[in-house]
């Protein structure tokens, strides 16, 4: 039936209330039986009456009175079940809608007297008021119509008690049946509505997460790229800088840094490789990380003639490999913030692994900086800082800098038992120095 939440027009506004009728169940095949099962009880309950009443020698004006209130109450009936813009505007005048039909309908049932077919006509605004008011007064207003039939019996001049049980029983049986009914349509309904806003959320949530993860490996792939790529050329760069500087009044040591340039350039190339090779296969599983540490702490001091020292103590450091590609990552990156800005002499790596986790710190001796500075305001900041501190993240750890101006640089990365394999528990100790 074409009705609203009281006082609305809009019942998406009420999604999880089974006791107002959508739009969606007013366009279903059901909410068309409803409309259609509505004008046929109207109908039923006017012209059986009449045609009774006319057989048994009702007179003219009894038959026009009787007819004319018919008429009144099957169009204001059909205008609610079959319009839907007249449905919306009576819903909100739904109790003046409810009591004039009432009134109509007591006045047939005090002309036709009829106490079995009448009373069925008060049914069809208490299925209406069933789906436009809460249960309650839904009831309330049954309740009140069933009054109001036998109002109607009574100024008909039926007034033994015997003749009022036969509608009240009807009517009564018809009310449960109807209200049985209705509930169990209007929470199928609710139930289809809540599915349709599940699937919908779902759907949703199933594109921002496919675009997360599409925005997760983009970082992926760009912090790839400035972990190698960058920093490899960034390096190459510096060794061609200083080659041009001193091209002239120190050419073997110019000519030194080309054949350095050359290796660098050999390298970067190699690292390019294995980035573009982890991308898709990343390090193996169980593989230990501390010889890839110590690898990667020769190779800066190899490009950069800062004397570089790797320290591992502890048991033997095993990590997933997406978090071993991540901390192998971390100190590439702090590597080339020493190599690009701190101008140290000196940089130590030490890592340490048991069974509470693992901590890896690379401490320089160089001009440190400021770390309470903004992103802009220093060179030490940026995108390394923020790779670094995205890795950690990604890791399942955290990364802890300082520094301060003449000082040097500390960088601290601690990950919790969760994020490291378990190793044998034997103490393994790994020492390597290079430079100078």
Known sequence: MHVEQYHTTDTQDIPDDPWFMSASLRKSGLGKLLNGSGVVAGLLSCLLPLIVGIGSGWGFGRTAAYTALAILFLVLTGVYLLSADAADWLSRRISAYLLTVGIILTGLQSISGDPTI???????????????????????????????????????????????????????????????????ALEQDSARRTAARLAAQNARLAREAQLSATLAERNRIARELHDTIAQGLTALTMQLEAVQ????????????????????????????????????????????????????????????????????????????????????????????????????????VRSHADETGMTMSIIDDGIGFDPTLRAGDTQRSGFGLMSMNERARLAGGEIHVTSAPGQGTTVLLRMPAAHVKPTETNTVSMVSKAGR
């Open 245 to 348: 500087r001193g091209f002239d009044h120190d050419p073997e040591r110019a000519r030194a840094r080309l054949v350095r340039a050359h290796e660098l350039a050999r390298a970067t190339l190699a690292d390019v490789r294995r980035s573009v090779w982890t991308l898709a296969a990343p390090i193996a599983e169980n593989e230990a990380l501390d010889p890839l540490l110590a690898e990667q702490v020769c190779q800066f001091s190899g490009r950069s003639g800062v004397f570089a020292e790797y320290v591992h103590s502890g048991s033997r450091l095993v990590l997933p490999s997406e978090q071993a590609i991540q901390v192998l990552r971390i100190l590439q990156e702090a590597l080339q913030n020493v190599e690009k800005h701190a101008r140290a002499a000196n940089v130590h």
């Open 118 to 184: 009448q009373p069925i006509g008060f049914t069809v605004p208490f299925v209406i008021a069933l789906l436009c008011l809460s249960p309650r007064r839904a009831i309330f207003t049954g309740l009140f119509y069933l009054g109001l039939a036998i109002l109607g019996l009574w100024l008909s001049g039926l007034r033994t008690p015997s003749v009022f049980l036969l509608p009240t029983t009807i009517y009564g049986a018809i009310m449960f049946f109807m209200y049985a009914i209705i509930r169990i």
